[in-house]
């Protein structure tokens, strides 16, 4: 079992930044993605952004350019820095990680980009 935590979230204006931490615990070893969702009240969760423990990275395109994610080395933390964030990036954020096929979740965190 793993369970992932996120922080960082908050009230931030628009053209503002903000960067999201998460942090994996329990059975950790042999992670083999990482990555984070976004979900609106009404709608689906969708991808942000995902990187592999080998370090390859992927985006949606609404947030290329703006945000990037890395992680650490022992893939135990990764992160988003989000910049240039906008209104309608406004959304609860959720840290997943993903081993043996089997998809891990926090609880999110809210992001508010509002002036």
């Known amino acids: 079992q793993v369970q992932v935590v996120e922080s960082g979230g908050g009230l931030v204006q628009p053209g503002g930044s903000l960067r999201l931490s998460c942090r994996a615990s329990?059975?950790?070893?042999?992670?083999?993605?990482m990555g984070w969702y976004r979900q609106v009240p009404g709608k689906q969760r969708d991808l942000v952004a995902t990187i592999t423990r080998a370090g390859t990275t992927n985006y949606a395109d609404s947030v290329k350019g703006r945000f990037t994610i890395s992680k650490d080395i022992a893939n135990t933390m990764w992160y988003l820095q989000m910049n240039s964030l906008k209104p309608e990036d406004t959304a609860v954020y959720y840290c997943?990680?993903?081993?043996?096929?089997?998809?891990?979740w926090g609880q999110g965190t809210q992001v508010t980009v509002s002036s």
């Open positions: 997943h990680a993903r081993q043996w096929e089997v998809d891990y």
């Open positions: 329990g059975s950790i070893f042999n992670i083999d993605g």
